[in-house]
């Protein structure tokens, strides 16, 4: 039975949507393509008529996941949200970057071009937020406080010590706070 194209972007986005959660969660490594295959509804044996390989899956599953990252309106309230406990405990769906960075390092080129390229939409997003006297003192208050977000949420996610883990949202969240009210 032929599927119609429109059937077939719909399971590509399904695929892309289900593996980035999949990955996000579990890490790249621990998930396999019949996994994702029969998380999305369909079957392993069709796979490859939507990527080339798991690679190619891994790359298009990061940019898909980093494109669907919330809106930067309100610098304040997305650093709240991007540093609390509930962002802490939703790795499915949490920041790819905090989630896949360390696995993506060793990955193929697709996948760290992929995360490159929405490093490089997120500083520029950030740096449009930023408060400095000219672009260049922007984006560096952008790329440190990413850095810092970042760093919080992966310390706040590794430390079995939700007392410590919500210290290190919140007082990452302070000084960032206090760091912006001061530039």
Known sequence: MRVSREQ???NRREILKVAGRMFRERGVE????AEVMQAAGLTHGGFYGYFKSKDDLVAQAIAGALASAPPLDDLAAYMATYLSP???DDRARGCAVAALAAETVRAPGEART?????LRAQIENLSRKMPGADEAERR???IGSWAAMVGALILARVSDDEA???EVLDETRAWLEGRLATA
């Open 30 to 33: 621990a998930v396999t393509v």
């Open 164 to 166: 410590l883990s919500g």
């Open 140 to 142: 560096r208050t952008a």
């Open 114 to 118: 992929e995360m490159t390229a929405g």
């Open 86 to 88: 509930a962002h802490r």
């Open 8 to 10: 077939v972007a719909e």
